[in-house]
């Protein structure tokens, strides 16, 4: 599916100006806003209900690299698999795709910079989908990817009383990041050569044809084709690219032990989904999560798939979400009546 150009927007629109925004608009489709506020332009994918009478959001926030387009295929299928009956918002991190929304070129954000703006953006949502007179409090699912299963925790840990019902840590790294086979890997100095390559290989779009830029890509990545149009188009520019491993270095630094009390006090909120073959969350994570936690919903993929679920397996896991979804909003209403 492909993405239209993005819609300047200071908060999502109310449904009857949706059209008004956008005269072609295809119920069902994601809309491509810039989202700002007083800091930040954030890139961000909204699917709008068609009929959300229980105000459920589920607030996405992607891994690293944190480029909301990638997630296109997998959110699609959980709004369909869901009758399009609940909104879905997800979030790029800051400065890690290329466009009009990334115009502070100078700035590098590091993961307390990414949580703070996850903060600051459910708070924007909140109020977004507050009815007037409080009447329906929004009830948000938040859905993080990798490094963004922990920064959905932090949000959930700084806002406590924001109707946050559940928080889905797929392919969650939460601890130690530094000791897992991909962190040993990519150790101070490896990074460092990686800030060049990468500067190297996205400044060679400047010298030679388009085409066999993108072919070398396609070589090197063996992406898809319409992941491949991503990486070409959102991801593949030095100053992103510096951006995600600047990420990358101070996520290695921040995330260390597991806050074991926290998930304690919170563990019936929470979904842990691991898969074997994972590098960067391993399945020794998998194993200490369920000693930690023999009574919790820590979950294994049975079908391994790979930590970057969202390049191959988007429509899978989508479904695997969306079950999760049927299954507290219909316990829920059993509990209502």
């Known amino acids: 599916m492909s993405i239209a150009e993005p819609i300047h927007v200071n908060e999502l629109p109310k449904p009857g100006e949706i059209s008004r925004l956008k005269d072609n608009y295809i119920e069902g489709e994601p809309l491509k806003l810039i989202l700002q506020d007083e800091q930040h332009l954030t890139e961000t994918l909204w699917w709008p209900s068609k009929s959300n009478d229980e105000n459920y959001i589920l607030f996405v926030i992607p891994g690293n690299p944190g480029v909301i387009d990638y997630y296109v295929e997998f959110l699609s299928t959980v709004h369909n698999e869901l009758g ?173 032990e597991l806050d074991e009390e926290f998930y304690r006090e919170n563990l019936g909120k929470f979904i842990f989904y691991f898969s074997e073959g994972d590098k960067w969350a391993p399945l020794e994570h998998y194993e200490d999560m369920k000693k930690r936690f023999p009574e919790g919903k820590v979950l294994l993929c049975e079908k391994n798939t790979p930590h970057a679920f969202v390049l191959s397996h988007g429509d899978i896991i989508g479904k695997i979400v969306a079950g999760w979804i049927v299954s507290k909003t219909t316990r829920d209403l059993t509990i209502d009546n």
């Not at 109707?163 to 000791?179: D, F, N």
């Not at 044809?209 to 990486?231: A, W, Y």
């Open 84 to 256: 399009k009956k609940i909104d879905i918002v997800g979030a790029s991190m800051l400065g890690h795709s290329y466009g009009p929304h990334n115009l502070g070129l100078k700035n590098l954000y590091s993961l307390q910079d990414q949580i703070d703006h996850k903060i600051q953006f459910i708070d924007k949502l909140k109020s977004r989908f507050t009815s007037q007179g409080d009447e329906k409090q929004p009830k948000f699912i938040i859905c993080g990817h990798s490094i963004g299963a922990y920064i959905g925790a932090q949000v959930l840990k700084a806002r406590p009383n924001h109707g946050i019902e559940m928080v889905y840590s797929l392919y969650p790294t939460l601890q130690h990041i530094v000791k897992t086979p991909n962190g040993i890997m990519m150790n101070v100095s490896y990074l460092s050569s990686l800030v060049l390559a990468a500067s190297f290989v996205s400044n060679l779009r400047y010298f030679i044809p388009p085409t066999f830029f993108k072919f070398l890509v396609s070589s090197l990545t063996r992406q898809k084709e319409s992941m491949l149009n991503i990486t070409l188009s959102a991801l593949l520019h030095g100053h992103v690219v510096e951006n995600t491993l600047y990420m990358a270095s101070s996520e290695m630094e921040t995330v260390c």
